[in-house]
């Protein structure tokens, strides 16, 4: 991570930034990086009142300051809910961020996993990170989500040792999803350990490295 680049996450949900690269992410930052994150189901749900999803909203702002995120979007789409609209207003909103930013590295969720939004949100990102789509765009990296992401085979990891407490901290801070299902902070810790253990570092996060050109 020598070199300064423009970073774009492309995250389902407000909190999924943080639970599959916000170690890394804030290792980009500390090299000068730029990153940049878009919510894509940040709009109306039959499971949660506007209320909450406001809430929510300012978490990611909240987070968005203390990590140091350069800019953040909310596309507004349904939440779990993105498998009842057309599928082209999903691969829209994320051309319209993608080609406003043009990244020089990308990271979206693994095509395995058992949210439906989180495939539809890659097969929709995937289609852009073609190399005659995306001359600009020289790497490109699926991570995990701890409890939702399936047959996940990383074949890439980043030592987050010194990064670990802003990751940590970042999901403390979005009072709503930090004990959601499974995880919790000392799951995610013990999480972030394993994958540590993997490649031979103390905390690590992990992912599948889909393409790389060396320009």
Not at 183 to 208: P, Q, V, W
Request: aromatic share 12%; proline share 3%; net charge negative.
């Amino acid at each position: 991570m020598d070199n300064k680049s423009k970073i774009l996450v492309i995250a389902s949900h407000m909190d999924d930034e943080i639970l599959g690269c916000g170690g890394t992410l804030k290792k980009h930052i500390e090299n000068g990086d730029k990153v940049y994150v878009l919510y894509i189901s940040s709009g109306e749900s039959d499971a949660w009142k506007k209320e909450i999803l406001d809430i929510r909203k300012g978490h990611a702002v909240n987070v968005s300051k203390y990590m140091g995120f350069e800019e953040i979007f909310f596309a507004d789409l349904p939440l779990i809910q993105l498998d009842k609209i057309p599928r082209l207003e999903v691969v829209k909103a994320i051309q319209k961020i993608f080609y406003s930013i043009k990244p020089d590295i990308l990271y979206c969720h693994y095509p395995t996993d058992i949210n439906s939004d989180h495939r539809i949100v890659y097969e929709s990102t995937i289609i852009w990170c073609r190399a005659s789509k995306s001359p600009f765009l020289n790497k490109v990296l699926l991570y995990e989500i701890f409890g939702s992401t399936t047959d996940f085979k990383p074949n890439y990891y980043v030592d987050i040792t010194s990064q670990a407490e802003f990751k940590l901290k970042s999901m403390s801070m979005y009072e709503t999803e930090v004990n959601a299902q499974t995880r919790n902070l000392d799951t995610i810790k013990t999480h972030m350990k394993y994958r540590g253990c993997e490649s031979n570092t103390d905390l690590a996060e992990a992912f599948y490295l889909h393409s790389l050109i060396e320009r």
